[in-house]
């Protein structure tokens, strides 16, 4: 499980060697999620965070709100559980909500650059600051207790990977030894000049292909391939599972594609000064003269990628649900795949939706309206 980094890069050329003698298995079935089992129509911001409690209960993180709640679709509540701020036990834009031993949650607080540890009741015990770069994203542990993150490519220096490559890391905060490397992935390709600019720009190549990782309940760490498309699953005391590539065309990235992207990274991104006091806080939202420039000065890439990096999710069960890329009043797809890799099946939502979690009880998902307010439906896995 735990290889080096020369092992991985070896790993990686002999998968690539694979790829031309692995036939896709026929996967044709499209499930469509249309009936929820149950809606919560408190409504909500930007939820970038949910994770199933063993009671039942949905932990939500929402970023904008800066706020952590508990809610309780039997009762059809919303609770908040951690409040904004800057203290030992508040939050600010919170993310990721990730499981631990004994159902405690890791909370991700990307506007204090801190960790926090929640009860299974969801209040704060317990803070860990997040000084080294990447800690910050923690996506899960391991059997031994050990963290998985990802060592941003900027913060590398001389030692930095090509191509804009990012090591996956263990590190044992048990532990006085250094963060071990056990992968490499494809990360966010940043645009070629990196020189200081007079107004804001688009930092990274918008809609170029990059590789997405999760980790499993089981401590597997499952890594989505773009090029090409296929998912590898190293599994502790198993051999690596090495999922069939499959094929996929990706469509012309156009015009409305590239505002929508502007618009969306401008508001949804952490900006230094902009919180209540001073501190991090969320960008503003650009107008149409600003995202059209932004748009000129941008790199793009001429064809969307396999799949939305940021819509990859490790299943209570095990499986892996990857997000398609999606326009405006489409469905959303998702292809399930099983621990071996292997397409399952394909699952289907309804136009402006979006799945945040998928639990023991069923699948999460988050309903957006055309005012952007957003709902929370379960529905049956299927």
Same mark, same amino acid.
């Given at each position: ?33 249309? +009936? ?49 701020? !800057?203290?030992?036990? =508040?939050? /600010? ?21 801190? *960790? ?22 923690? +996506? ?110 990706? +469509? ?15 508001? $949804?991104?952490?900006?230094?000064? !902009? ?17 059209? +420039?932004?748009? $000129?000065? %941008?790199?793009?890439? =001429? ?7 940021? !819509?990859?999710? %490790? ?8 997000? %398609? ?7 959303? /797809? ?7 890799? !292997?397409? %399952?099946?394909?699952?289907? *939502?309804?136009? $402006? ?7 023991? /009880? ?9 005012? $952007? ?7 049956? /896995?299927?």
């Amino acid at each position: 499980m735990h290889i080096g980094l020369e092992e991985a890069v070896r790993a990686a050329i002999r998968l690539a060697a694979l790829v031309g003698v692995v036939a896709p298995p026929a996967s044709g079935q499209v499930v469509l999620l249309d +009936r929820p089992d149950a809606v919560i129509d408190h409504p909500f911001s930007l939820v970038r965070g949910a994770r199933e409690l063993a009671s039942g209960r949905l932990l939500v993180a929402d970023w904008i709100e800066n706020r952590v709640a508990v809610v309780d679709f039997g009762a059809g509540s919303v609770r908040d559980v951690v409040r904004e701020g !800057r203290g030992p036990r =508040e939050v /600010r834009l919170p993310t990721g909500l990730v499981r631990l031993r004994g159902d405690s949650t890791l909370l991700l607080d990307e506007g204090n650059n801190r *960790l926090i540890v929640l009860a299974p009741d969801g209040h704060a015990v317990r803070t860990i600051i997040a000084e080294v770069p990447g800690r910050g994203g923690v +996506r899960g542990i391991d059997p031994g207790g050990a963290f998985y993150h990802a060592v941003p490519s900027w913060s590398e220096g001389p030692n930095a990977l090509p191509d804009d490559s990012v090591r996956i890391v263990r590190w044992d905060p048990a532990s006085s030894a250094e963060p071990r490397t056990v992968a490499v992935v494809q990360g966010t390709r940043y645009r070629k000049d990196r020189s200081p600019a007079m107004q804001p720009r688009l930092p990274m190549v918008g809609f170029a292909s990059q590789d997405a990782w999760v980790v499993a309940p089981t401590g597997a760490i499952v890594i989505v391939r773009a090029t090409p498309y296929r998912v590898e699953v190293y599994a502790p005391g198993r051999q690596p599972a090495l999922g069939p590539t499959y094929p996929v065309s990706p +469509r012309v990235v156009t015009a409305d594609d590239k505002r929508r992207f502007i618009a969306e990274f401008a508001f $949804g991104s952490p900006v230094s000064g !902009r919180g209540a006091d001073g501190g991090m806080g969320r960008g503003e939202a650009p107008d149409a003269a600003e995202i059209q +420039r932004m748009v $000129g000065t %941008a790199e793009w890439a =001429e064809r969307h990628a396999p799949f939305d990096a940021s !819509r990859v999710l %490790a299943a209570a069960d095990g499986r892996i649900w990857v997000g %398609a890329v999606v326009r405006p009043g489409e469905r959303t /797809r998702y292809d399930v795949f099983d621990s071996d890799g !292997r397409r %399952a099946l394909q699952v289907e *939502l309804r136009p $402006g939706r979006r799945i945040a979690h998928v639990g023991t /009880r069923g699948v999460y998902v988050v309903a957006e309206d055309a005012d $952007g307010v957003q709902t929370i439906e379960r529905y049956r /896995r299927p």
